[in-house]
C-alpha cells in the first residue's frame, strides 16, 4: 500500500530539479544489476551468475538533494536464437531498446573477466548504440578485481573504444612500467576513471591509468568530440569498438569498488527537468514483484543449464502479521517429476536454501522480518 501510494504521489522535488536517466546495456551477465543494486545502496534487481537473471526492464532511483537517477536496469541484450533458447519472451528483445528511447546517458558495461569477449563489444550492443547516436555514452569495465594483469585493461579500453574517448586519441604513456602480477593496489586499480570531470581527479585518473587522450580527432584542436554518424548493420560487420564514448570507468561492482566515482559522474550529468517520482521511491516494482525476482534468483542459483528456466512462480499468500513481520507463501511450479526432486534436493536441502537465503535478501530488501515458504509442485 505505501509503495503503491508513493508511486502514485506526486513527486515532492525542489525548486529547481535536475534529472538524469540512464540506461544500463551489455551482454548477458556482464554485472548490470549488481552495478544498478551498488548505485542504489539497496538490493532491489535480482543478480546470478546465470544469464537472463533481469526478465524486464525495471528502474531504480537515487535521489539526492536537487537531483533525481532514474536507473533503467535492462536486459542483456540478446538475439532471437538465445532467446528462444532460454525460453524469454518477446519483451526480453524489446525491452533494452525502449529503455534507449526513454535515456539521458548510457552506460555500457563490459565484463572484463571474459577473456573470450571482453576485446569487443557483442553485436547486439554496437547495434543498439548506432540507433541511438545522439545519445552520450559511457564504457565502464567491470570485474577488473578478477583481472590479474591489469595492463591489460589499456589493450580492453582502446580496442571497445577504437582508441578514441571524447574526440581524443588514447595513448599508452611510457610511464606505467606495471609488474602484471601486482597487487590488486595498481595504479589502475586505484584510480579507475580516465578522464573524470573533478578537476585534480581528471590528472590522476589519466596519469594512473596510463590512459592518455593527447591528439583531438577530427575538430581543429578544440577537443570536442565528433558527432557520431548514424551506422548501418553492413558498417558493424567488422566493427570491434565505439569510438564515440565520453569516458571510460574501471570499477568492481560487487566489491563496490570506485561505483561511488560513476555515481558522482552520473549526479554531475544531470540537467534540469522535472523528477518522475517522489524521493522516498527505490523502485518502481512493487513488493511482489521484487520478491518474485529475489526467489528466482536463488532458483537460477541453485538448479542446473536450463532447468530454473521452465520455473513458474504463483504466489498463495502474502499478508502483513501484528507485529509488522510478512508472511509469504510461494508456489514454485515445474514441468516435470525430476525436476521437483532437483529444486527439492536431497532432505530437502536445496529448496530449503533457496528459502533461507531469499527470506533474508527479502529482510534487507524491505526492512521488515519476513517469513517465507516454498512449495514445489509439477505443472498439472
Known amino acids: ?4 501510494r508513493l508511486l502514485q504521489n506526486q513527486p515532492d522535488q525542489p525548486r529547481h530539479p535536475r534529472v538524469l536517466r540512464i540506461a544500463v546495456i551489455g551482454a548477458p551477465n556482464a554485472g548490470k544489476s549488481t552495478l544498478s543494486n551498488q548505485l542504489l545502496g539497496r538490493k532491489v534487481f535480482p543478480v546470478s551468475k546465470k544469464v537472463h537473471t533481469t526478465r524486464c526492464k525495471a528502474r531504480g532511483v537515487i535521489t ?6 532514474i536507473i533503467l536496469d535492462t536486459p542483456g541484450l540478446t538475439n532471437p536464437l538465445k532467446a528462444k533458447r532460454h525460453n524469454l519472451d518477446e519483451a526480453m528483445l524489446t525491452d533494452p531498446w525502449d529503455s534507449m528511447k526513454h535515456a539521458d546517458l548510457v552506460l555500457v558495461l563490459v565484463d572484463v573477466s571474459d577473456r573470450w569477449t571482453r576485446n569487443s563489444l557483442s553485436k547486439e550492443v554496437l547495434k543498439c548504440l548506432s540507433q541511438f547516436p545522439h545519445i552520450p555514452s559511457v564504457l565502464v569495465l ?9 595492463f591489460l585493461l589499456l589493450e580492453i579500453a582502446t580496442d571497445l573504444t577504437d582508441g578514441i574517448v571524447n574526440g581524443k586519441k588514447l595513448e599508452v604513456k611510457s610511464a606505467l612500467k606495471q609488474d602484471s602480477s601486482s597487487s590488486a593496489k595498481s595504479p589502475l586499480h586505484e584510480s579507475k576513471v580516465t578522464g573524470s570531470p573533478f578537476g585534480q581527479e581528471r590528472n590522476q585518473a589519466q596519469e594512473g591509468s596510463g590512459l592518455d587522450r593527447s591528439s583531438d580527432v577530427g575538430g581543429a584542436g578544440t577537443g570536442e568530440a565528433q558527432e557520431p554518424k548514424h551506422h548501418g548493420p553492413e558498417d558493424l560487420k567488422d566493427t570491434k569498438g565505439w569510438p564515440h564514448f565520453q569516458e571510460i570507468f574501471m570499477l568492481a561492482a560487487l566489491r563496490g569498488e570506485e561505483v561511488d566515482t560513476l555515481k558522482r559522474y552520473l549526479l554531475m550529468q544531470a540537467k534540469p527537468g522535472p523528477w518522475e517520482f517522489h524521493s522516498d521511491v527505490l523502485t518502481n516494482q512493487s513488493p511482489q514483484e521484487i520478491c518474485d525476482n529475489i526467489i528466482r534468483e536463488k532458483i537460477l542459483e541453485y538448479l542446473p543449464l536450463e532447468v530454473p528456466y521452465g520455473v513458474t512462480q504463483v504466489t498463495d499468500i502474502w499478508e502483513e502479521g501484528e507485529c509488522g513481520e510478512l508472511l509469504i507463501v510461494q508456489s514454485l511450479l515445474v514441468p516435470r517429476e525430476s525436476h521437483k526432486r532437483m529444486l527439492i534436493g536431497r532432505g530437502g536441502k536445496v529448496i530449503s536454501r533457496i528459502a533461507q537465503e531469499a527470506g533474508q535478501d527479502l529482510m534487507n530488501a524491505f526492512l521488515c522480518d519476513v517469513r517465507l515458504k516454498l512449495k514445489v509442485e509439477v505443472k498439472s
Do not use: P
Open 64 to 69: 539526492q538533494q536537487d537531483t533525481q537517477l
Open 142 to 150: 567491470n570485474k577488473v578485481d578478477l583481472l590479474k594483469k591489469k
Open 1 to 4: 500500500e505505501e509503495q503503491r
